[in-house]
């Protein structure tokens, strides 16, 4: 139980496009998502919370923006990264807590986005 | 501020040897804590968490953690590691939100 996916896995794009990744909540419902980032060998940043049918709260120092995130469902939410520039190339990883569970988080595997 | 520190980046062990990853924290009232796994590439994956009660909690894998409030300790161990164990494992600490410690990489020497 408890599984959550991202899609894309990876994905590269030219400088100044956008794009759109996916985080699931496969066998729960997720009133509450979070998405993270990671740079190589650092631990992950929160980047916002994400809660079902309202708008996601930012962490100080993330442009709303830029990272646009939609939580549409129960079981969808999506990060955008609109205009795209080197410097967001990162790892991005989205968990999700179960209403009846204990603040616990379950994390999807990750995308790699690499801007060129 | 809640705050975790994880004060080893890297630690070597041989395969069948013990493990113990530190983590310390500092947060306002009554931590949740939780240690999850992460592998190359990949998501991270809870191992164990301590929510109240006992202070030695069980995880998967054979992991185990003790919490030691008078230490804001909640340090991971495995009594024999296996070259699977191989990752790097980051301590957290909160309860709406997460803050996650640097993480330390294990590496397992045969």
């Known amino acids: 139980g408890a599984v959550v996916s991202q899609h894309p896995s990876w994905v590269i794009c030219k400088s100044g496009t956008s794009v759109k990744i996916e985080c699931r909540s496969l066998?729960?419902?997720?009133?509450?998502m979070f998405w993270y980032r990671q740079f190589p060998k650092q631990s992950l940043m929160l980047m916002a919370t994400s809660n079902e049918g309202s708008k996601a709260t930012y962490e100080q120092g993330v442009e709303k923006d830029k990272f646009l995130i939609n939580h549409a469902s129960l079981t969808l939410s999506t990060l955008t990264v609109t205009s795209a520039h080197p410097e967001d190339s990162s790892f991005y990883i989205c968990s999700a807590r179960e209403p009846t569970g204990q603040y616990e988080q379950y994390f999807g595997p990750g995308t790699r986005l690499t801007v060129t | 501020a809640q705050s975790v520190t994880q004060p080893d980046i890297h630690i070597t062990v041989s395969e069948g040897a013990s493990l113990e990853l530190r983590c310390n924290y500092s947060y306002g009232a009554t931590p949740y804590l939780f240690w999850y796994v992460q592998s190359p590439g990949q998501g991270l994956q809870l191992l164990l968490k301590?929510?109240?009660?006992?202070?030695l909690v069980q995880g998967i894998k054979g992991f185990e953690a003790e919490f030691k409030r008078s230490q804001s300790s909640f340090n991971l161990r495995k009594p024999s590691v296996h070259w699977s164990d191989a990752a790097e494992y980051f301590c957290?600490?909160?309860?709406?939100?997460?803050?996650f410690g640097a993480g330390t990489i294990l590496r397992v020497k045969s």
């Open positions: 066998d729960f419902q997720a009133t509450t």
């Open positions: 301590y929510f109240s009660g006992d202070t």
């Open positions: 957290a600490v909160g309860g709406n939100k997460l803050v």
